[in-house]
Each structure stands twice: as C-alpha cells, then as structure tokens.
C-alpha cells in the first residue's frame, strides 16, 4: 500500500506546482480577454457573437438571453 500513497503524493506536489505556474499566465490571459471584449461591446449593439455573449453573461452573472443593452452600456462606462 505504500506506493499507491507515494504515487499519490508525488501526483499532489505535481498538480500544486502546475497550478502556481499556470495561475500567473491564467490571470495575464484574463486581463487580455477583458480588454479585448471591451474593445469588441464598445459602440456596438445586441447580440454579439457567442464568445463576447459568454464573457458578458459571467461579468453581469445572469444568463445572456436575459442581458440588456443598457447594462452592456454600464459595463462598457465602467471600464
């Protein structure tokens, strides 16, 4: 039973490093995709493509069919 723990211990110490390493270039990429959305609702009205629809549905925390154009508005004031 001993290697089984040392396996799964040596996957734990594997797993937590990946995760420092990645969690910086995740934050950076975050940081690019906000500006880029930002760019792309800027001056535009609804719908917008499903990828900018997903972004807004998570920034405003409701689901995209029932997002407004004046709360797209704010968010683009906002930033």
């Given at each position: 039973m001993g290697?089984?723990?040392?396996?799964?211990?040596?996957?734990?110490?594997?797993?937590?490093?990946?995760?420092?390493?990645?969690?910086?270039?995740?934050?950076?990429?975050?940081?690019r995709r906000d500006a880029?959305?930002?760019?792309?609702?800027?001056?535009?009205?609804?719908?917008?493509?499903?990828?900018v629809m997903s972004w807004l549905s998570i920034k405003l925390d409701k689901p995209s069919r029932l997002i407004q154009q004046d709360e797209v508005d704010q968010l683009a004031k906002q930033a």
């Open positions: 290697a089984r723990r040392i396996r799964r211990e040596q996957i734990q110490h594997d797993q937590k490093l990946s995760r420092q390493e990645n969690g910086i270039l995740k934050v950076k990429e975050r940081a880029r959305m930002l760019g792309v609702i800027k001056d535009k009205k609804l719908p917008f493509l499903p990828a």
